[in-house]
């Protein structure tokens, strides 16, 4: 099996899973801002995603341990990095994610479905996505990350750990163990989600997908001379680099970033067949089309502000212990309650 088609299967799983499940981190947050819900049982889909990190986390450690996958080799984790500047891509995505009403992943799921809202928004984000990583808002990305820059010995908390003199077994006791049974705890102690079989199901199979990415891009079509970077599950670069892919095809080479998301869209239609929820939607007033697009241009300088999305920084990126993704989650989370909050407020 070849690179491309092992990525597009892994992009087919989780457009299934994510359909089926209505995974999103977003969804989960306005959840857990509702008191209803809270006094219901907890917010099933904000459990759902600790779930997933939780499973993610532990067998994506589990293949570093058995030395399946470097994941201190990962694009995500960087040793030097811009904490203000990874901080505000995160506000920024996860503000415009609120606007959207949904962040890349879930918009290639809704798109799958026949949402046309969602179609509007990946476009904006994958045009603004380029813009920052080659286009006329290089210039503003290169200062945002050079503004604070630090410089860590080690770029993973297994890796600070470990030079601190604590052995392989006991580091990942600590450094995975501890995290992943409060992920758990918070995801099953409450009943909301344990009601959800679906939604569970499908949680624990997203955590599992993300490992997956980390175990197909070292070890599937493996070319000494020209390695293929580690990466998993992520969708702000994959979705710009696809896009200009169907633009530029002509000698350029497909890679698997854009093969996950085509798989995506693939499992999540095929998902969206089968529970026969497939539909066209529309914007039902300008204002609803304004806000689409100002979200996805959000979310594509964000995220690549941040080096990842929701699921690129939350899951993927959380998953390796990298110290820079921490600063990356806080501030999709953050922005997204913040607008949530601001939106909330507005139409009382």
Known sequence: MTLLWAGFLLGCAFGIAARLGRFCLLRGLRQHGLAAARENGGAPALQAFALALAVALLASQALAWAGLADLAQAQVVRARFSVPGVLLGGLLFGCGMALARACGARALVLLAGGN????????????????????????????????????????????????????????????????????????????????????????????????????????????????????SLSFIGPVAEGLLYLQLAVGRGASVGPAIVAGTLAGAFAAALLTRSLRWEGFEQPARLAASALGGLLMGLGGVLAVGCSIGQGLSGLSTLAFASLPAAIGIAGGASITLRLQAAHTR
């Open 116 to 231: 046309l809202r969602a179609l509007v928004t990946l476009l904006c984000l994958g045009l603004a996505a380029q813009a920052t990583l080659t286009g006329v808002l290089a210039p503003l990305r290169q200062w945002l990350q050079g503004w604070g820059q630090i410089t860590l010995a080690h770029a993973t908390l297994a890796q600070q750990l470990q030079a601190g003199g604590l052995p392989p077994t006991a580091t990942l006791a600590l450094a995975t163990g501890l995290p992943a049974l409060a992920l758990l705890a918070y995801a099953l102690w409450q009943p909301a989600l344990r009601q959800s079989a679906v939604q569970l199901w499908a949680a624990m199979a997203i955590g599992a997908l993300v490992a997956a990415g980390w175990w197909i891009t070292a070890q599937v079509g493996v070319d000494p001379f020209e390695p293929t970077p580690l990466t």
